[in-house]
């Protein structure tokens, strides 16, 4: 991707949170919190350590990561909508943790010190980014020698929760098909594709491992407030105002065979976690072509 239309997407992505970010992880349905909670356990911060959470939005892996660097560690936070780093920047100061810092910031391509963070975390972000490798690269030198790195992203669905999101299929530009993978012949659309990406962007010891995520929505009513709170509100937003009572009514339709006998629906999304290790033996920051 070129610079000026790189510059364009993180534009957009950044209009996009900053629009959702009051409603960003408050629909209680449990998705970004748990997602984050089990990338965090994956590359076990220790007491002391220094950590990155890149793209944090309202700090769904901040407050995980923050537990498990104290006493003595410290976390920095960016993520590149403003508005998302003002709501999270208030939830710190409600929690008191003055071992965290937060910048606005693209996560894309942070500018902050080479060399110097033990461990990183970006959960669902990556995808989002115009250029993964470019990120990828630049997330490695920011790490120190054996530093880890963890990422979350999305594998399968199951084949409700597909049927389920088609009905937005018909209003959405190119830009927006496919969006939990950015899209479906790349890199995230497999596990090797991901362990490739990053072993081709300098990282070492990249091993992968899926679970299931199973989430329950009260009614259809719930997940549509959900899908709005968050990026997926992007596809309402594809849908013209008249048509969007025909969209959750097809959605309510698709959903009837699943429902249980309050109404409630249960889906199913695998999602992959990834770790790897900046190489040791390297005193510097890391050279990556």
Same mark, same amino acid.
């Given at each position: 991707?070129? =610079?000026?239309?790189?510059?364009?997407?993180?534009?957009?992505?950044?209009?996009? !949170?900053?629009?959702?970010?009051?409603?960003?992880?408050?629909?209680?349905?449990?998705?970004?919190?748990?997602?984050?909670?089990? #990338?965090?356990?994956?590359?076990?911060?220790? =007491?002391?350590?220094?950590? /990155?959470? #890149?793209?944090?939005?309202?700090? &769904?892996?901040?407050?995980?990561?923050?537990?498990?660097?104290? =006493?003595?560690?410290?976390?920095?936070?960016?993520?590149? @909508?403003?508005?998302?780093?003002? &709501? %999270?920047?208030?939830?710190?100061?409600?929690?008191?943790?003055?071992?965290?810092?937060?910048?606005?910031?693209?996560?894309?391509?942070?500018?902050?010190? *080479?060399?110097?963070?033990?461990?990183?975390?970006?959960?669902?972000?990556?995808?989002?980014?115009? +250029? =993964?490798?470019?990120?990828?690269? @630049?997330?490695?030198?920011?790490?120190?020698?054996?530093?880890?790195?963890?990422? @979350? %992203?999305?594998?399968?669905?199951?084949?409700?929760?597909?049927?389920?999101?088609?009905? !937005?299929?018909?209003?959405?530009?190119? %830009?927006? /098909?496919?969006?939990?993978?950015?899209?479906? $012949?790349?890199?995230?659309?497999?596990?090797?594709?991901?362990?490739? #990406? /990053?072993?081709?962007?300098?990282?070492?010891?990249?091993?992968? +491992?899926? $679970?299931?995520? $199973?989430?329950?929505?009260?009614?259809?009513?719930?997940?549509?407030?959900?899908?709005? @709170?968050?990026?997926?509100?992007?596809?309402?937003?594809?849908?013209?105002?008249?048509?969007?009572?025909?969209?959750? &009514?097809?959605?309510? &339709?698709?959903?009837?065979?699943? *429902?249980?006998?309050?109404?409630?629906?249960?889906?199913?999304?695998?999602?992959?976690? %990834?770790?790897? $290790?900046?190489?040791?033996?390297?005193?510097?920051?890391?050279?990556?072509?």
């Amino acid at each position: 991707m070129d =610079p000026v239309e790189s510059a364009e997407s993180a534009r957009r992505v950044a209009a996009m !949170f900053d629009l959702v970010s009051e409603t960003y992880d408050t629909v209680s349905v449990p998705w970004f919190s748990p997602i984050a909670a089990t #990338l965090v356990e994956c590359v076990a911060p220790r =007491p002391g350590e220094r950590a /990155l959470d #890149l793209g944090t939005g309202r700090g &769904a892996a901040l407050w995980p990561l923050a537990e498990g660097v104290a =006493p003595g560690g410290s976390v920095t936070a960016v993520d590149i @909508s403003r508005q998302m780093i003002e &709501a %999270t920047r208030r939830a710190v100061a409600e929690r008191d943790l003055d071992s965290v810092e937060l910048h606005v910031m693209d996560a894309g391509a942070p500018e902050l010190p *080479l060399g110097v963070y033990d461990v990183a975390v970006a959960s669902l972000v990556l995808f989002f980014l115009p +250029d =993964p490798p470019a990120a990828l690269r @630049s997330w490695c030198r920011l790490l120190s020698p054996g530093g880890r790195l963890g990422l @979350s %992203t999305f594998a399968a669905r199951d084949a409700e929760w597909e049927d389920l999101d088609d009905v !937005f299929t018909g209003y959405l530009p190119p %830009t927006l /098909l496919d969006a939990r993978t950015s899209g479906g $012949r790349g890199p995230f659309a497999s596990d090797d594709g991901v362990v490739g #990406l /990053l072993t081709g962007c300098g990282f070492v010891d990249v091993v992968t +491992d899926c $679970r299931d995520l $199973r989430v329950h929505f009260t009614g259809v009513a719930q997940w549509r407030d959900w899908t709005w @709170s968050h990026g997926q509100r992007s596809h309402w937003l594809a849908v013209p105002e008249e048509r969007r009572g025909d969209v959750l &009514a097809d959605a309510a &339709a698709r959903l009837e065979p699943i *429902l249980d006998p309050d109404g409630g629906f249960t889906l199913t999304q695998c999602v992959r976690y %990834t770790t790897a $290790r900046r190489p040791q033996g390297t005193a510097g920051p890391v050279r990556v072509e």
